[in-house]
């Protein structure tokens, strides 16, 4: 084993008798929601998993160290800690580690930690994408090349209109990452069910998930698969509303000169002071459901 990496001793059991594993990031309760609720969600969202019959591995770097799974009191300093925690993306592995410093994976370092430890399904809110504006700023995340290289599937609820939708889904395309659309055929915005852009398949069951990929890791194609689940009609938002909200926030950015790893962050902060909280409520709602369908898609891929 990678001798960076502490996997939790019920997510090590699990994988070696063949259970069921559904990583999750820590991006999202350092710097993608207010302390007290990004500890009860992530808390919430481990108990979803567990409930639906797999093993929750939150995924971090504490103390320098790579960690698959955290104790509860782990996830409560991470979300004490906020914005103090370094966002960790690939480029800042090598550092923080030397360091013996603490960092909140993104989608893109969770996906490297959870396929160093074996486990293949992992479930978040949103991914980076192409900004609005990428063709001078060159803001692509580096989550869609994490998709075109390390082998996780990725369970989110689309990607939200503070990117440019369409040249983040040309980008995937590029790369050789299927996008699959859960129960629909059109990408879902995070917040609302539509964007108006197609996704390259529509699949409605996890079993049709976990054969797709199975497929994929077994002709050793590389890279991941992304799949887009709708956040629930009752708790999507009014897309006139949200989009105010999101061009307002993408505005403010740009006059502030807000720029590189923050510029997300920043975005969904004030994203959540614009609708007065109202998002953060979908937000929840959004990764408890994907969290729904991880755990029976991982347990669909272990039969
Ligand atoms: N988008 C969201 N919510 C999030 C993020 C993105 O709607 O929490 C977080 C995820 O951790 C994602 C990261 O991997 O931000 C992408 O950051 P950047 O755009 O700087 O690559
Ligand atoms: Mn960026």
């Not at 396929?115 to 803001?139: C, L, P, Q």
């Not at 989550?143 to 989110?156: G, H, K, S, W």
């Not at 209109?161 to 983040?168: F, K, M, N, R």
């Not at 529509?202 to 689940?229: C, H, Q, S, Y």
């Amino acid at each position: 084993m990678n001798k960076y990496l502490d996997i939790a001793p019920e997510v090590q059991e699990a994988l070696a008798s063949g259970r069921p594993v559904v990583a999750l990031e820590s991006t999202i309760i350092s710097h993608g929601m207010p302390y007290p609720q990004n500890v009860e969600t992530a808390l919430r969202v481990e108990q979803t998993i567990r409930d639906g019959g797999a093993v929750p591995a939150t995924v971090a770097i504490v103390g320098g160290r790579l960690k698959a799974g955290l104790s509860r009191a782990e996830i409560e300093h991470l979300g004490r800690s906020g914005r103090a925690v370094a966002k960790a993306s690939r480029r800042d592995l090598p550092v923080l580690v030397a360091r013996g410093a603490d960092g909140a994976t993104t989608v893109t370092t969770t996906m490297i930690i959870a396929a160093m430890a074996g486990i293949k399904v992992f479930a978040t809110g949103g991914i980076g994408g192409v900004h609005r504006g990428a063709e001078t700023t060159m803001d692509i995340s580096a989550d869609l090349e994490e998709l075109a290289r390390t082998p996780v599937m990725v369970i989110c609820a689309g990607a939200k209109s503070i990117l440019d939708l369409g040249l983040t889904l040309e980008y995937l395309e590029t790369k050789g990452v299927p996008v699959i659309g859960y129960g629909t055929e059109e990408l879902p915005a995070f917040y609302t069910r539509r964007s108006g852009f197609k996704v390259d398949y529509r699949i409605d069951t996890p079993e049709e998930l976990a054969a797709a990929f199975k497929a994929k890791l077994e002709m050793g194609l590389g890279g991941g698969m992304l799949v887009t689940n709708p956040i629930p009609e009752e708790y999507s938002m009014d897309p006139g509303r949200i989009n105010a909200a999101i061009d307002e926030a993408v505005a403010e950015a740009e006059q502030k000169g807000i720029r590189g790893k923050e510029t997300t962050p920043f975005l969904l902060a004030r994203i959540k002071d614009i609708t007065g909280g109202d998002s953060l409520a979908s937000n929840i709602q959004l990764v408890l459901n994907n969290a729904r369908l991880a755990a029976a898609t991982a347990k669909c891929l272990c039969l």
